[in-house]
């Protein structure tokens, strides 16, 4: 009746029985991995031996896409790859486009155009922030954090219409010029964020038991950092300089004044200090630029088809997750001979491995989560 | 280091090496079978030290594969493309995953998207595409699907 | 006067005015057994709603307010749904412990019932060790999850209830040294005792020091025990999905959640009793004034009022506290928590036999 053997036998398939090791599927359907991101763990009891990713649930092939639409149509399509950040992907596109093409952008375009980076890049960290918070077991911070978020996508829904996918940014310029409200909505929105910060730092930032969590977990050497190719907020928390806005200027970074974030302790929670603190960063140039946006053209004046000359042409930005590269390999005709996208998550994926052998699967997630996995940009 | 510099030093350390006009950085192109000699030297030598590999991908020119490595270093700032051309029947190029560790998720991306074979790959298997896909490459310009795939 | 220990005894007085004595004990038993039940189902109402009212308030939002007044019905739909809902036993699940487990839960719950005094001289049964009762009774609560784990043959339930059993052996320890304190204070084991010697001021408030330290250890132990946030790694959801009861739906995953929200009740509800005076309104020194204006206060209303504030306080760390990581969770256990209770036992003693308490 009690059938015991069979059980041990069924409950832990790919049990060796001497090392008692056994593997897990952590995804595609998980709460942690939001989204579907499919892990295989190796475990022995609570600790993890391997960790293997699998991908490609939800691969579309946006770079097979592309070969077949225009200049103008593909960048439609990289608002789906990282959707948290659908702007600087939409940037990154425009640019690697102007740059073949050399079409000089007017300055208030540009203008424009880091402001809402910078919007986005705040609204991702938040919702990173919240979602992390809650895959260690705070549902809280999740709330606060879409109630901040909310008011950047209904300042994003006014000016672009949208408010996930933009598609705001064109090869010229942006689409249409901003909304009369946006930088009135900005100010009071910069106003009340500002205290906000403060009140994360207060729920989460100093909880002791967040901070046991955090501290000590998945430590990335500076030098692993960068030979896994990881990027943005990762490798600055290993206390590598990786900002493409400070070391590959774009735009008008380099007219503004801004700091590149960088923390030595190289575990997850200088990787959570470092995303706390860009928010911060990303206000001072909200703030600089909110009253400084100069008349003019929103758009270049620009051909209808647009035709890049023969090349080959690459363009980083630094997105959210981190750099963002577009190579785009060009024959003169109307659509992109070959496309790559160079996307941070792919790259941020690959450390998952190292940084997670030997801990406990509850610290799996703490890793997950300050690594900002988003799928869409993983599997592209 | 300028383009120039880069260009002699890169000519030392590999002679048969040519060099591309027109690109914003140094684009190098090599034979297949200098390519992981070329990449220890520019990962360990203390002038180069072209420690990050940030970009890993394949052309496919229809007639050969091309395999483009985008190095920078994080000391010097500098940029430089290495192009290896493969033969597009039988593509085959040393991994360098032990050199740059991101290469072995994106060499496993190309290997499925292109069939490159990468000898000595720790794991060459096929991350994005699910079982049964060997053999057929996406990214091929001769690849049809009829179902899912649409032309414009 | 209207009280529910009054209607107890005319219930009683009439019958054994109309059956026999053994007729008597055999229709009270049964009456009692429907009003736990009754209790139950009113409870597992309330405190769902509760929860769910308290997070959305924590939450900056409205939480349900759609179904009934209030939304007050919201948790009778939530039941409607599960009750109608298919009981799925996996394939290769052990069958009858898979079914047996959550009704364990369920039993150990209810036993647990029976020893707390909801109002003045309104108790189940009043025996002479029944704080040992509900500590002996309540380590049962982790077979159920073990059985649960076990049986559902899946890797997520069998992580979960190891990890729930590593933590409610290790955190039994802590409670059950706090509960120590207070039997030492009092020098008996049986609730009624225990609440009628602070009829003179709660024991939080004779016993200083130690019984504050108690009393914290007590909250922190029992959150634990009961696999409250932030020590719910038995569900730990972004880690196990839902750990042991992953393979649980309909009616059975309604008892296992019914059990922890009753298990969350009667831990408040002796807590309540052992440091806050129980149904005994609050009361300083004897005999004046102010206790008598206490008095009029109706002692079930007490009971309750202390024990929802401590619920609240339970639901309070759940909405507010990230999750420990399990050997973070053994090491406050071992490390923190047992020495310090043990220490505190001993000062208890001390203090007892010295006679330094109010």
Request: charged share 20%; hydrophobic share 45%; with cysteine.
């Given at each position: 009746?009690?059938r015991q ?10 049990s060796?029985?001497e ?6 599927n952590v995804?595609p ?9 499919h ?7 609570e600790?993890i031996k ?6 490609g ?5 946006i ?9 103008r149509q593909?960048?439609?399509?990289t608002?789906?790859?990282?959707y948290?950040?659908s702007h600087?992907n939409n940037h ?10 050399q079409?000089?952008?007017p300055?208030r375009a540009r203008?424009?155009?880091?402001l809402?980076?910078?919007l986005?890049?705040i609204a991702?960290?938040e ?13 809280t911070p ?6 901040e978020r909310?008011s950047?996508?209904?300042?994003m ?5 949208a408010r996930l996918t933009m598609n705001?940014?064109?090869p010229g ?5 901003i909304?009369?409200?946006?930088q009135?909505?900005v100010?009071e ?18 909880n002791i038991?967040?901070?046991n969590r ?6 990335l050497?500076?030098?692993d950092?960068?030979?896994?190719g ?5 490798t600055?928390?290993?206390?590598v300089?990786?900002d493409?806005?400070k070391?590959y200027p774009y ?11 960088l ?12 995303r706390?603190r860009?928010?911060?960063q990303?206000?001072r ?7 400084q946006?100069?008349e003019?053209d929103?758009q270049?004046k620009t051909?209808?088809?647009?035709k890049?000359p023969k090349?080959?042409?690459y363009?980083r ?6 750099e963002l590269?577009v190579?785009i390999v ?10 790559k996208?160079r996307s941070?998550?792919?790259s ?7 940084i997670a052998r030997g801990s ?7 890793m997950?989560g300050t690594?900002?996995l988003?799928?869409?940009?993983i599997?592209r | 280091?300028?383009n ?9 350390l590999?002679p048969?090496?040519s060099?591309?006009?027109g690109g914003?950085w140094l684009?190098i192109s090599?034979?297949?079978?200098d390519?992981?000699?070329?990449a220890?030297q520019l990962r360990k ?12 991908t394949c052309v ?5 594969l091309?395999m483009?490595y985008?190095?920078s270093s994080?000391?010097?700032r500098?940029?430089?493309v ?6 597009r ?11 740059w560790?991101?290469a072995?998720?994106h ?6 998207m292109f069939g490159?074979n ?8 096929l991350l994005?595409?699910p079982?049964?896909w ?5 990214l091929?310009?001769d690849?049809e699907d009829p179902v899912?795939m649409?032309?414009? | 006067?209207?009280?529910?220990s009054h209607i107890a005894n005319?219930?009683?007085?009439w019958?054994?005015n109309t059956?026999n004595p053994t007729?008597?004990q055999i229709?009270e038993m049964?009456?009692?057994?429907v009003?736990v ?9 309330v ?5 769910r009212?308290?997070a959305?308030w924590i939450q900056i939002r409205l939480g349900p307010n759609?179904?009934?007044p ?9 039941t409607?749904?599960?009750?109608v809902k298919?009981?799925l036993?996996?394939d290769?699940?052990d069958?009858v412990?898979f ?5 364990i839960a369920?039993?150990v719950?209810m036993?647990l019932m ?6 003045k001289?309104?108790?189940l049964?009043?025996?002479?060790i029944g704080v ?5 009774i309540?380590s ?7 059985m649960a ?7 997520y339930?069998l992580?979960g ?7 409610i052996?290790?955190y039994e ?5 706090s509960?120590?304190t ?5 020098g008996s ?11 003179n001021?709660?024991?939080?408030f004779?016993g200083?020091v130690?019984?504050?330290i108690?009393f914290i250890t007590?909250?922190i132990a029992?959150?634990?025990e009961?696999?409250r946030?932030p ?5 730990a ?5 839902a750990?042991?009861h992953?393979e649980y739906?309909?009616m059975k995953?309604?008892l ?6 009753i298990?969350v ?9 052992l ?5 005994m309104?609050?009361h ?5 004034a102010f206790?008598h204006?206490?008095d009029y206060i109706?002692?079930?209303?007490w009971?309750?009022g ?7 306080l339970?639901m309070?760390?759940?909405?507010t ?5 399990i050997?973070?969770?053994l090491?406050?256990e071992w490390?923190?928590?047992l020495?310090?209770s043990m220490v505190?036992?001993l000062v ?11």
């Amino acid at each position: 009746m009690y059938r015991q053997t069979e059980i041990i036998k069924e409950a832990v398939p790919g049990s060796n029985g001497e090392t008692g090791e056994f593997t897990i599927n952590v995804g595609p359907q998980h709460p942690a991995t939001h989204g579907v991101l499919h892990l295989v763990i190796t475990l022995s009891g609570e600790t993890i031996k391997k960790v293997e990713p699998h991908l490609g649930y939800i691969h579309r092939s946006i770079e097979k896409m592309c070969e077949s639409l225009t200049y103008r149509q593909f960048i439609y399509v990289t608002s789906r790859m990282d959707y948290l950040s659908s702007h600087i992907n939409n940037h990154a596109c425009a640019l690697c486009v102007e740059k073949g093409m050399q079409i000089e952008v007017p300055p208030r375009a540009r203008v424009i155009r880091v402001l809402m980076d910078e919007l986005t890049r705040i609204a991702s960290h938040e919702l990173w922030w919240g979602a992390m918070a809650m895959d260690l077991g705070a549902f809280t911070p999740f709330f606060h954090a879409f109630r901040e978020r909310e008011s950047i996508n209904d300042i994003m829904e006014e000016t672009c219409g949208a408010r996930l996918t933009m598609n705001y940014m064109v090869p010229g310029g942006v689409m249409q010029d901003i909304h009369p409200n946006f930088q009135k909505r900005v100010k009071e929105f910069i106003r009340l964020y500002k205290r906000k910060i403060d009140e994360y730092d207060e729920l989460v930032t100093g909880n002791i038991i967040f901070q046991n969590r955090m501290k000590g977990v998945g430590v990335l050497t500076p030098e692993d950092a960068v030979s896994y190719g990881c990027s943005g907020p990762v490798t600055r928390g290993s206390g590598v300089s990786s900002d493409i806005r400070k070391l590959y200027p774009y735009e008008i970074y380099d007219k503004l004044e801004f700091d590149e974030v960088l923390e030595t302790g190289g575990d997850s929670f200088a990787r959570y200090l470092v995303r706390i603190r860009e928010m911060q960063q990303s206000i001072r140039i909200i703030e600089q630029l909110i009253d400084q946006i100069p008349e003019g053209d929103f758009q270049a004046k620009t051909k209808a088809v647009l035709k890049l000359p023969k090349g080959e042409f690459y363009t980083r930005v630094e997105t959210a997750r981190g750099e963002l590269g577009v190579y785009i390999v060009s024959e003169g005709g109307t659509t992109p001979y070959r496309i790559k996208f160079r996307s941070p998550g792919f790259s941020n994926l690959s450390v998952l491995d190292h940084i997670a052998r030997g801990s406990k699967i509850g610290d799996l997630v703490a890793m997950m989560g300050t690594l900002d996995l988003v799928i869409p940009d993983i599997d592209r | 280091m300028t383009n120039e510099e880069l260009k002699i030093k890169i000519t030392e350390l590999l002679p048969a090496a040519s060099f591309e006009e027109g690109g914003e950085w140094l684009t190098i192109s090599i034979e297949p079978g200098d390519w992981l000699s070329l990449a220890q030297q520019l990962r360990k030598d203390e002038a180069l030290f072209f420690d990050y590999l940030f970009c890993l991908t394949c052309v496919d020119w229809k007639t050969h594969l091309s395999m483009v490595y985008h190095l920078s270093s994080t000391q010097y700032r500098h940029t430089i493309v290495v192009k290896a051309k493969l033969d597009r029947n039988k593509p085959e190029i040393e991994t360098v995953s032990q050199i740059w560790r991101t290469a072995e998720f994106h060499e496993r991306e190309v290997y499925e998207m292109f069939g490159v074979n990468f000898r000595n790959h720790p794991d060459l298997r096929l991350l994005i595409l699910p079982d049964g896909w060997e053999g057929k490459n996406p990214l091929r310009k001769d690849f049809e699907d009829p179902v899912n795939m649409i032309r414009l | 006067m209207w009280s529910l220990s009054h209607i107890a005894n005319e219930i009683h007085t009439w019958l054994s005015n109309t059956f026999n004595p053994t007729w008597t004990q055999i229709i009270e038993m049964v009456l009692a057994g429907v009003a736990v039940i009754g209790l139950f189902a009113a409870l597992g109402l309330v405190l769902v709603l509760m929860e769910r009212r308290v997070a959305a308030w924590i939450q900056i939002r409205l939480g349900p307010n759609r179904v009934g007044p209030f939304g007050l019905l919201q948790s009778m739909a939530d039941t409607l749904k599960l009750i109608v809902k298919e009981g799925l036993t996996p394939d290769g699940a052990d069958k009858v412990m898979f079914n047996v487990a959550p009704f364990i839960a369920m039993i150990v719950a209810m036993l647990l019932m029976a020893p707390i005094a909801f109002a003045k001289d309104f108790q189940l049964w009043d025996l002479n060790i029944g704080v040992l009762f509900v500590t002996a009774i309540s380590s049962i609560m982790v077979i159920s999850i073990l059985m649960a784990g076990w049986s559902s043959n899946n890797k997520y339930s069998l992580m979960g209830a190891m990890r729930s059993g590593a933590q409610i052996v290790s955190y039994e320890l802590s409670a059950g040294l706090s509960i120590m304190t207070i039997v030492v204070l009092t020098g008996s084991l049986q609730v009624s005792d225990i609440i009628h010697s602070q009829a003179n001021g709660w024991w939080i408030f004779k016993g200083h020091v130690p019984v504050w330290i108690a009393f914290i250890t007590f909250i922190i132990a029992v959150t634990a025990e009961t696999n409250r946030a932030p020590f719910d790694l038995a569900e730990a959801e972004s880690e196990l999905t839902a750990g042991f009861h992953t393979e649980y739906s309909g009616m059975k995953f309604a008892l296992f959640f019914l059990a922890e929200y009753i298990n969350v009740f009667i831990v408040c509800a002796i807590g309540a009793t052992l440091f806050l005076g129980g149904w005994m309104p609050l009361h300083f020194g004897s005999g004046n004034a102010f206790n008598h204006a206490m008095d009029y206060i109706p002692s079930s209303i007490w009971f309750f009022g202390k024990t929802f504030l401590l619920i609240f306080l339970i639901m309070w760390f759940r909405w507010t506290f990230p999750r420990l990581r399990i050997d973070q969770l053994l090491n406050l256990e071992w490390k923190y928590l047992l020495p310090i209770s043990m220490v505190n036992l001993l000062v208890t003693t001390a203090m007892a036999i010295l006679g330094w308490h109010f």
